[in-house]
């Protein structure tokens, strides 16, 4: 059983910055990608970010610009740095690791089989 597993969560004020990491215990030697998303208590999971093999990525609009997701393939980890955090940002954020990955397909959660235990980040203004 691979488990991911994250930290850097915390809570910092607005404009501030944080740095997830998320390291798997197994490499994958498939086409993968990673995504990180995050949720709020009654609402659903929301994919912000996802990185592939090749280092393509994509965001979620309300992301771009202020958080950036990269990897480190031999290493089995990948991060999220979040900078300009605002208080729409506080959420559990997750990492999820998705085999045999669809590009087109990398913003939903039903692909994932991998799943970080989630980190809790929290902005207050």
């Known amino acids: 059983q691979v488990q991911l597993v994250e930290s850097g969560g915390g809570s910092v004020q607005t404009g501030g910055s944080l740095r997830l990491s998320c390291t798997a215990s197994?490499?994958?030697?498939?086409?993968?990608?990673w995504s990180w998303f995050r949720q709020v208590a009654g609402k659903e999971r929301e994919a912000i970010a996802s990185?592939?093999?090749?280092?393509?990525?994509k965001y979620v609009d309300s992301v771009k610009g202020r958080f950036t997701i990269s990897t480190d393939n031999a290493k089995n980890t990948l991060w999220l740095q979040m900078n300009s955090l605002k208080p729409e940002d506080t959420s559990m954020y997750y990492c999820?690791?998705?085999?045999?990955?669809?590009?087109?397909?990398?913003?939903?959660?039903?692909?994932?089989?991998?799943w970080g235990q989630g980190t809790q980040v929290t902005v207050s203004s």
């Open positions: 999820a690791r998705y085999h045999l990955c669809s590009w087109a397909a990398s913003f939903d959660p039903l692909r994932y089989s991998e």
């Open positions: 197994k490499y994958s030697p498939d086409n993968y990608c």
């Open positions: 990185i592939n093999i090749w280092g393509e990525t």
